[in-house]
């Protein structure tokens, strides 16, 4: 049996015309999703250069739900992009040297790369999603990180490679055959128009079964949203009190909220303690990093009141623990400008009742434009350094 060629792949729908116009499309898919996702980064980083904001309340929200929804858009579009250039992997490559062979190696080098970092950010996003990890050997949230800048990186010097014919085949016709190959003249079951047309339509169908994890409105029409906003207080759940390991510990009559000043213990409050501070109602979404977004009606105490009923300052970085015994995000750190925010609540309740257990009983930290990892549940203690 022969080797493939490009000589065997005989369709017209195979052509530059078409991979030019899905590949603007991916582009701006991977564009958007590339600074959302820096967005991400930037919010769960624990002592960035610049503080992020924390307002809008619901930035973090529309950002990660785009991060999402335009990762969830580039799948059928990179499918079809990957289809249409197919056979240029089994051209030869001019080995003479000079310029061409230069453009040639930078050409495939930053193909392969590229498709390849696109490829492993698009599956562990989708995975992560799901929230579903089978990887052991590495951190999802670097690595993603590091080669979202590798894939984007990649992309731009290919698309500086071939902005030359990119520009020409998205000036003409889509129908002209002048950057198609030879024996590209077989007629498909539909035109490249219609090719084109329906992998965006495909992109769109993909976002519109994903997006209601975001958008509310649309929760009936996305049946493959992570969560369908079902949930005590009409707010979902990630991790459950039994899945964290905290259900005695988090139920126990006895808790105390402790309040620790450079590693020692300076105060302690328990739950009626709490109730008996100034109680404020505040509506923040929570916004996780899988996608899926809801609001909610929160009571509950300022943080900036709990630090200053026990003699503290409020203009401190307050490290949060969690009653969970291990997890990434038991411990989470609370930059001083989100604890000295009226909006940032230690929440006790959630529509008018207390916590539910699964939420974060017997309180939780509840902030505006905060991703949900770092909204901390089951709070055991608050930790300044002065």
């Known amino acids: 049996m022969k080797a493939p060629a490009p000589e065997h792949f005989g369709s017209r729908l195979r052509s530059p015309a078409v991979a030019a116009r899905v590949g603007v499309w991916l582009g701006l898919s991977f564009g958007v999703c590339f600074l959302t996702g820096l967005v991400s980064h930037w919010a769960q980083a624990p002592s960035p250069t610049v503080p992020f904001p924390t307002s809008p309340a619901w930035g ?15 799948i059928p579009l990179l499918l079809v992009k990957l289809w249409s250039v197919y056979p240029r ?4 490559v001019d080995l003479t040297g000079g310029r061409r062979l230069v453009l040639t190696v930078l050409e495939r080098g930053s193909i392969a790369v590229l498709v390849a970092s696109a490829i492993f950010q698009l599956v562990t996003g989708l995975l992560n999603a799901a929230q579903w990890y089978p990887w052991t050997a590495f951190s999802f949230r670097s690595t993603h990180y590091a080669l979202a800048w590798v894939a984007i990186g990649a992309l731009l010097v290919h698309v500086a490679v071939k902005l030359p014919v990119i520009r020409d085949v998205i000036a003409r016709d889509i129908d002209e055959t002048q950057h198609d190959r030879p024996t590209a003249v077989e007629t498909g079951p539909v035109s490249r128009r219609g090719l084109v047309r329906s992998a965006l339509a495909a992109s769109g169908v993909a976002v519109l079964a994903t997006a209601g994890s975001t958008v509310p409105v649309l929760r009936s029409v996305s049946p493959f949203g992570v969560r369908s906003g079902d949930g005590p207080g009409g707010v979902p759940i990630n991790k459950s009190a039994r899945a964290a390991g905290v259900v005695d510990r988090a139920s126990d009559a006895a808790y105390r909220l402790r309040i620790v000043v450079d590693g020692t213990e300076v105060a302690s409050l328990g739950l009626e303690d709490l109730r008996a501070l100034p109680q404020r109602t505040e509506v923040l979404p929570i916004a996780c990093v899988e996608g899926w977004s809801a609001s909610g009606t929160w009571g509950g105490v300022r943080v900036s009141d709990v630090l200053a009923a026990t003699g503290l300052a409020t203009d401190r970085d307050v490290g949060v623990m969690s009653l969970q015994r291990k997890g990434a995000f038991r411990r989470t750190v609370l930059p001083a400008h ?5 909006r940032t609540l230690l929440a006790l309740d959630l529509a008018g009742e207390p916590l539910d257990l699964d939420h974060g009983f017997p309180c939780r930290i509840i902030a505006p434009n905060r991703p949900g990892v770092l909204q901390t549940k089951w709070v055991a203690s608050l930790e300044v350094s002065t």
Request: charged share 20%; glycine share 8%; aromatic share 12%.
């Open 60 to 74: 973090y929200r529309l950002t990660q739900g785009l991060h999402v929804s335009t990762g969830m858009a580039a």
């Open 89 to 92: 992997l089994f051209e030869r």
């Open 338 to 342: 989100f604890a000295a925010d009226d």
